[in-house]
């Protein structure tokens, strides 16, 4: 794999290893591998918020008021 940077990004990824006894490509590496870790997560949390059926506020047509929303025992 061949990347292309600019000097300076180039030289802080080179002071980054060092400064971690590492090689420049085992950091690009690792960086890789964390966002692709981080997107992961993202996604699967991003669809079990989604797979959440809504559900109605009221069944009389009253709303709740905004203490009674947020008085939430598991919160305590």
Known sequence: MTITVEEDVARWARVRAAEENTSVSQLVGRMLKEKM???DDYDRAMKAFLAIKPRRLSKDGKLPRR???YD?????
């Open 67 to 69: 203490d009674e929303l």
């Open 37 to 39: 870790t981080g997107e």
């Open 72 to 76: 939430r025992p598991r919160l305590r």
